[in-house]
């Protein structure tokens, strides 16, 4: 397994910080944030690019998907939910990422709480080196 989902999540922690300070951004799905804007950043799949395998099944590649989850509150909530999905899509677009779906989800909590889900997918070699999917 070709594994860089902690440097897929630091990347994206870094760039919502820097730009909203107060976000909290988690490494799983956590159902009850305590605070907003809340960030959830998973990896959903990681797969052997069974193309780039050897003759001996030595993984050379991996086909890796993230979902991310930004949940938002309080009177610019829709605002601020795509200004933090687009920080997102240009750090993972820069990394060679595509972009699977970027979509407002109804949240079942109720209209106080607007919330974007983001899939993304490429293909990483054991080198960490990433490419487009």
């Given at each position: ?6 440097e897929?999540?630091?990347r994206?922690?870094?760039a919502?910080?820097?730009?909203y ?28 690019y ?8 030595m ?8 979902q ?5 509150n309080?009177g610019t909530?829709?605002?601020t939910?795509k ?6 899509d240009?750090v993972?677009l820069d990394l060679k ?7 407002k ?13 983001g899939r ?6 054991e ?5 487009a999917s």
């Amino acid at each position: 397994m070709i594994d860089i989902e902690q440097e897929i999540f630091k990347r994206i922690r870094t760039a919502v910080v820097a730009v909203y300070t107060g976000a909290v951004v988690y490494g799983e799905y956590v159902s009850n944030p305590t605070s907003f804007p809340a960030i959830m950043v998973q990896e959903i799949a990681n797969n052997t690019y069974t193309a780039g395998q050897t003759t001996n099944k030595m993984e050379n590649y991996g086909v890796v998907a993230y979902q991310i989850d930004i949940f938002t509150n309080g009177g610019t909530k829709k605002e601020t939910c795509k200004s933090i999905a687009k920080i997102i899509d240009g750090v993972l677009l820069d990394l060679k990422f595509s972009r699977g779906m970027l979509n407002k989800i109804s949240n079942e909590e109720g209209v106080d709480i607007y919330h974007i889900v983001g899939r993304y997918d490429a293909i990483v070699d054991e080198a960490y080196r990433i490419y487009a999917s």
